[in-house]
């Protein structure tokens, strides 16, 4: 567990850093809508990637059980099916980016001014789509083949761009909001193409040619289908949640907005790192079922369980001790600074409330239980709009806070009751 989870914490660590370093340029140009308008076009990708996050989880699910099956065929089709789905759907997003852009931007709301830094982020970022999501399906592939030094590899070098071009775009080509979006979309695609040459290395030997027949199989593509249905489904009632926790912010004014958007990038880091043990936990249990073993995959939950419980203590001693210092790295605006800080202590126990949501959606996913998954969702994501609609008029920021708390618990009580469904199905 720790041989797999230790290099996929540090890769999950370099995603959030692509947005932290966009937050804290942003964070200090001179007018907190600067850093608003990331926020609000971050929020933006999150719809647009994070929403098709399917690609990464479904691939990671069926590549596991291949490889645990020891089955090279099945690993390559796998591979082929979904970066085709990805750069169709990327090749989609690319046609229609202007409603999709103005329509999810005026959802979130905002002032015209940070509107306008908004729609100039995404405007230049939307060009790498298709990247962006072929990389969730070669970081799929990699955790599946538990090949996780690699993908940590590609999140390095991803970063390593972002941070040059970031800097170049901005403080040299004076390109402002925009250079931000396409410094963050350069990466992406820099890191296609570092992952596709990693992958042709890997590519197995002795096969017979890949032949579309075979890619386009009708019993495969319907599983794909169904699997990624289902992870999308449950992606969006995810995405929509934080959806709204930035629209309610947003009511409450650009301040309360880029105030949450600092701390969530708490939430942010924390989910990162310990999804490197759900990351570890779909390997080893797709791998455990693909052989038939029951004693791997009891194994792999409660080492699973022990690890996580062990990093959401430490992420909320760190942000308890540490919270004001790194919201003042983030930024130099006073209002925001204190309104962050003014809300810090919710951001301090969500680790200790959300981390059994995120480690069941490793189990989960490499049982490929993505039915379950969708069904948790979608009543937390009901049990978070009651909530949100019910405490955030009375109390404000804080009860929008306390909304977003009961989501995360909702995410690990519902997925806990069904829990003992999948040793009984998968392993019988």
């Not at 076009?41 to 990637?49: A, D």
């Not at 298709?130 to 690699?150: E, I, K, M």
């Not at 890619?215 to 249905?229: C, G």
């Amino acid at each position: 567990m720790l041989a797999l989870a230790c290099p996929i914490i540090l890769a999950n660590l370099t995603q959030p850093i692509l947005g932290a370093v966009d937050t804290a340029v942003a964070g200090h140009l001179p007018d907190p809508a600067y850093l608003g308008g990331v926020a609000a076009g971050g929020l933006f990708f999150s719809f647009v990637f994070w929403g098709f996050g399917f690609l990464r989880m479904g691939t990671t699910g069926l590549v596991a059980q291949a490889y645990g099956a020891r089955d090279g065929a099945a690993l390559r089709a796998t591979l082929a099916r979904a970066l085709m789905l990805a750069t169709v759907i990327g090749l989609g997003v690319l046609a229609v980016q202007m409603p999709l852009i103005h329509g999810a931007l005026g959802l979130i709301g905002g002032s015209d001014t940070l509107q306008h830094h908004a729609r100039a982020y995404s405007h230049a970022r939307i060009w790498a789509a298709p990247f962006a999501l072929c990389n969730y399906v070669v970081l799929g592939y990699l955790l599946g083949c538990q090949r996780v030094r690699l993908g940590l590899l590609i999140q390095l070098f991803i970063n390593a761009v972002n941070i040059a071009a970031v800097l170049l775009y901005v403080y040299v080509f004076d390109w402002s909001i925009a250079g931000i979006g396409a410094a963050t979309a350069t990466a992406d695609a820099c890191g296609f193409m570092l992952g596709a040459a990693l992958l042709w290395r890997l590519r197995p030997h002795g096969l017979a040619p890949l032949r579309w027949a075979v890619v386009a199989d009708a019993h495969e593509l319907k599983r794909l289908v169904a699997l990624n249905r289902d992870i999308f489904i449950r992606t969006l009632c995810l995405v929509a949640s934080f959806g709204w926790f930035a629209h309610a912010g947003a009511r409450q004014g650009d301040v309360i907005l880029a105030a949450n958007a600092l701390l969530l990038n708490f939430q942010t880091f924390m989910a990162y790192a310990l999804d490197g043990f759900a990351h570890a936990a779909e390997a080893l249990v797709g791998a455990a079922i693909g052989t038939r073993d029951r004693h791997a995959f009891r194994r792999a939950v409660r080492v699973t369980m022990i690890w996580g419980a062990v990093g959401a203590l430490c992420f909320s001693l760190v942000y308890a001790s540490a919270g004001a210092w790194i919201i003042a790295c983030l930024t130099d605006q006073r209002t925001v600074h204190d309104a962050a800080v003014r809300y810090l202590p919710w951001a301090v126990a969500l680790p200790l409330v959300s981390v059994w949501g995120f480690l069941l959606d490793g189990v989960f996913i490499g049982a490929t239980s993505t039915r379950d998954l969708m069904h948790s969702m979608a009543l937390s994501f009901a049990a978070f709009m009651v909530a949100a609609l019910a405490l955030a008029g009375p109390f404000g920021n804080d009860g929008l806070w306390a909304a977003l708390l009961l989501f995360m618990a909702a995410r690990g009580v519902t997925l806990a009751r069904v829990f003992p469904r999948i040793e009984a199905s998968r392993l019988a």
